[in-house]
């Protein structure tokens, strides 16, 4: 039973940073991509950036491009999602997803976290 535990959101000021983590555990993530997606009450999910498990090449969203980074922990099978210069627009609740094939589409995943709320104040 794969099971992906989030952790880390909550409130900051513009300008602040964040980090947040992906717990996984019940499957190796050797071969998955790892992705994040973020989401606000009445739009669809949006794709925020991921990440190739085995190779660790990385794909980001124009809107967070140069501001967020994602990286993995191997022994942790953790990936986290380290978010700078955070803005007011940022404000979402984040979502980890797991998937065997990379994509932009949250209907291609089938494992999700809980989601972990990140508050960003102007």
């Known amino acids: 039973q794969v099971q992906l535990v989030e952790s880390g959101g909550g409130l900051v000021q513009a300008g602040g940073s964040l980090r947040l983590s992906c717990a996984a555990s019940?499957?190796?993530?050797?071969?998955?991509?790892m992705v994040w997606f973020r989401q606000t009450p009445g739009k669809e999910r949006e794709f925020v950036g991921g990440?190739?498990?085995?190779?660790?090449?990385?794909m980001y969203a124009d809107s967070v491009k140069g501001r967020f980074t994602i990286s993995r922990d191997n022994a942790k099978n953790t990936v986290y999602l380290q978010m700078n210069s955070l803005k007011p627009e940022d404000t979402a609740v984040y979502y980890c997803?797991?998937?065997?094939?990379?994509?932009?589409?949250?209907?291609?995943?089938?494992?999700w976290g809980q989601g972990t709320q990140v508050t960003v104040s102007s």
């Open positions: 997803a797991m998937g065997a094939v990379f994509s932009t589409r949250p209907q291609a995943y089938d494992y």
């Open positions: 019940g499957r190796t993530l050797t071969g998955y991509a």
């Open positions: 990440i190739r498990w085995t190779s660790g090449t990385t």
